[in-house]
C-alpha cells in the first residue's frame, strides 16, 4: 500500500527528496509520516502530516531542515530534506495510520501501516 522511493547517497549539505507512493484512500483519509532507522538504532519518528488539517510535526533534530508535503491528486508524500548531516543516514520509512490521539503520533506502534524504506547515506 505504501512504496517509499528516492534515497540514495548525497555530501554533508546536500539535498534529497523522498517519495512516498501510496493508494488514494490513504493519500485523503490517513495520517501519513516518515520514520527512519540508523545504523544500530531503534527506529524513530522524523515527521507527520495529520489528515483533518494537515499540520506538520517534526522531530527536533530535524526541524528547519527538513519538510514534508503531500499532493492528494498524485496520492504521493514527499519528504524534502536540505542540509544534510552524516547523522541523518539511515533507512527512512513512511507510515500511515487512519488517524489517532495526538500524542501517539510520534510512537512507532501507533502506525499502522509501513513502506518497504529507502536508504539514505550522507557521506563525504
Known amino acids: 500500500q505504501l512504496q517509499a522511493s528516492g534515497g540514495g547517497l548525497v555530501q554533508p549539505g546536500g539535498s534529497l527528496r523522498l517519495s512516498c507512493a501510496t493508494s488514494?484512500?490513504?493519500?485523503?483519509?490517513?495520517?501519513v509520516g516518515w520514520f527512519r532507522q540508523g545504523p544500530g538504532k531503534e527506529r524513530e519518528f522524523v515527521t507527520a502530516l495529520r489528515r483533518n488539517n494537515g499540520t506538520p510535526y517534526y522531530a527536533d533534530s530535524v526541524k528547519g531542515r527538513f519538510t514534508i508535503s503531500r499532493d492528494n491528486a498524485k496520492n504521493t508524500a514527499y519528504l524534502q530534506m536540505n542540509s544534510l548531516k552524516p547523522e541523518d543516514t539511515a533507512v527512512y520509512y513512511c507510515?500511515?495510520?487512519?488517524?489517532?490521539?495526538?500524542?501517539?503520533?510520534?510512537?512507532?506502534?501507533?502506525?499502522?501501516?509501513w513502506g518497504q524504506g529507502t536508504l539514505v547515506t550522507v557521506s563525504s
Open positions: 507510515a500511515a495510520r487512519r488517524t489517532g490521539i495526538l500524542s501517539t503520533l510520534y510512537n512507532v506502534a501507533a502506525w499502522t501501516y
Open positions: 488514494e484512500r490513504t493519500a485523503n483519509n490517513y495520517d
